[in-house]
């Protein structure tokens, strides 16, 4: 019985674990709802499934659990199928309280970077818990997730890595950006945040850096809009740094090459609109660059660029010359 089709009839309804069921697209998130389904056809409607088969184990397919399956409000039927079972604390808790542990830790920080970094890795290791945290407290954790304080975290991005977060493409891999994107985990992509990092809320270039832009918007994006997550895709392009002192930083996770020309970026930009189209077509792509360049059709381009002076010649040059809406703001 393969992963995707497994279901639990527990008490009559059929019961879809968390980590394969879709996430509510504007309502606050939980784990623990289940909803009234057609049974299957070779089950009575009050049968229950002997929850501690081998075909409701995850051993059948040979994967681990998922770091979204140490979930503390997950039942024991379900901590049984993720094979967590035993691997988190005995109490089946109600959300509620998982949202009032995650501000006591946070109200515990002083500094709002600390915080920033308390969230990211819930983020990483409970993506349902932390946007269940941002639905209901959007007004109060706004200002850690993203302005102002994801300026101080992208000053400081290469010294706090910690976990990958979002995609890198380095000028060197051009030639090879469409085999790159097919390293992506998730198979299904609406909507990209790219940036080279070099205008990074008024501090300059930053490198690499500056996947906290990305990073930060599109955690927005999902939990102000309800944008899926997992079709998310935070790009850093690394086309070089002009910033000197972070080519001579030990610890920075950039290339050590000086920006590359105009020239050299539109052609690389060519490529990786062409990677993205084919890819993940129809998909929306906000681009935020230092300067100006071609962009090729993807369905949808929002073009974000400080240096950029938007005039009505500009736009009617972009929309004769490429086949793409184009929006400004």
Known sequence: ?????????????????????????????????????????????TELLPINTRSLTMSATNQAPKSGDYDTTHSTAVRRYNRTHGLLPPRVED???????????????????????????????????????????????????????????????????????????????RGHIAAILQNWPQANVEITVVTDGSRILGLGDLGINGMG??????????????????????????????NKALREDPL????????????????????????????WPGSVAFILLGRLACLHKICHIVLLSCQVQVTPELIHSLNRNFSTLLTFF
């Not at 927005?220 to 690394?238: S, V």
């Not at 590359?260 to 609109?273: A, I, P, R, Y």
Request: net charge positive.
């Open 213 to 242: 832009i990305p990073v930060g918007k599109l955690a927005l994006y999902t939990g102000c809009a309800g944008i899926r997550p997992e079709a998310t895709l935070p790009l850093m392009l690394d086309l070089g740094t002009g």
């Open 1 to 45: 019985m393969g992963i995707k089709t497994v279901q639990l009839l527990i008490c009559g309804r059929v019961h879809t674990p968390p980590s394969l069921r879709p996430m509510h697209r504007f309502g606050a998130l939980t784990s623990r709802t289940s909803r009234k389904l057609s049974c299957p056809s070779h089950l009575k409607p």
């Open 95 to 173: 959300p509620e309280i998982q949202v009032k542990r995650c501000l006591k830790q946070i109200g515990q920080k002083t500094q709002p970077i600390d915080k920033y970094l308390y969230l990211s890795g819930l983020r990483n290791t409970n993506v349902h818990l932390f946007y269940r945290l941002v639905v209901q407290h959007i007004k109060d954790l706004a200002p850690l997730i993203y302005t102002p304080t994801v300026g101080e975290a992208c000053l400081q991005w290469s010294h706090n890595y910690v976990q990958p977060e979002g995609l890198y493409i380095s000028y060197s891999d």
């Open 252 to 279: 920075y996770l950039g290339s050590r090459r000086e920006k590359v020309s105009s020239q050299e970026e539109q052609e690389f930009l060519d490529e990786l609109m062409e990677a993205l189209t084919e890819k």
